[in-house]
């Protein structure tokens, strides 16, 4: 980790994400911009966000692990006797549902990382500049494609430089899999999805990179159990 400040946050399944560096007066600039930009108009926003339902995939752990309850929503009431003018829902989920971030706690490696809970991290780092990095067609091509620092230069020889503090988001298309189980691609030895190398993660904690984000139900290759280390978006991010 090149920073000892705060451990990057890591985003999956549908990542969104806009503009900021942390407290910077760049950040600030780039904030007023973007304010102005959205109030004229010139920002078309976009919602990536998947609605949850009783079907949502959620990430399958081989036992003894333990797993995510499935997500779950009762009815209040809804313009009836229980509740004449008004609809509303319980619901239960567990964290690492649907669209969601994990927090630098989430992993061990940050366990000791002040702020690091979704409530006590500060909102600024949420907002950052973002580069999206297109392995659609690799990923429609191979779905244990890994990616590497050689499609980070790629990028980069096209973009220039990732800025420090950036989001970095690997487009793969995988959101665009409705079918669950095609959505988790479970197989005999694991998941086949796409997802970065410890090198390709290593390279983007050198850039200083915000946080990583992706489509997929993890920010890890489906593979990535038997990654050294294992799990390097988690570990290392
Ligand atoms: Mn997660």
Known sequence: MTDGLARRGILAAGAAAALASPASAQGQGALAAFLAALAARRIEIIDLTQ?????????????PLANT???RMSE???????????????????????????????WITGRDLPDGATDTLPPA???????????????????????????IAEWEARHGRI????????????????????FLNMKADGPHVPGPSAAAVRLLVERDV????????GTDHGQAFAFEPPFPAHALM
Not at 56 to 61: D, E, K, M, R
Not at 80 to 101: I, L, Q
Not at 210 to 217: F, P, Q, R, S
């Open 69 to 71: 309850e499935p997500f």
């Open 125 to 151: 780092r949420m907002i950052a500049p973002c580069c999206v990095i297109d392995c659609s067609a690799q990923a429609a091509a191979d779905e244990r494609f890994v990616f590497e620092p050689q499609h």
């Open 51 to 63: 609605t949850l339902h009783p079907g949502t995939p959620v990430i399958q752990l081989p036992p």
């Open 76 to 106: 209040i009431s809804r313009y009836d006797p229980r509740g004449p003018a008004w609809y509303w829902n319980n619901f239960s989920c567990g964290e690492h549902t649907g669209t969601h971030f994990d927090a630098p706690i989430h």
């Open 210 to 217: 915000n946080g990583w984000g992706v489509e997929a139900v």
């Open 163 to 182: 800025p420090a503090g950036s989001w970095v988001l690997m487009r793969t298309d995988w959101s665009k899999r409705t079918d669950p189980a095609a």
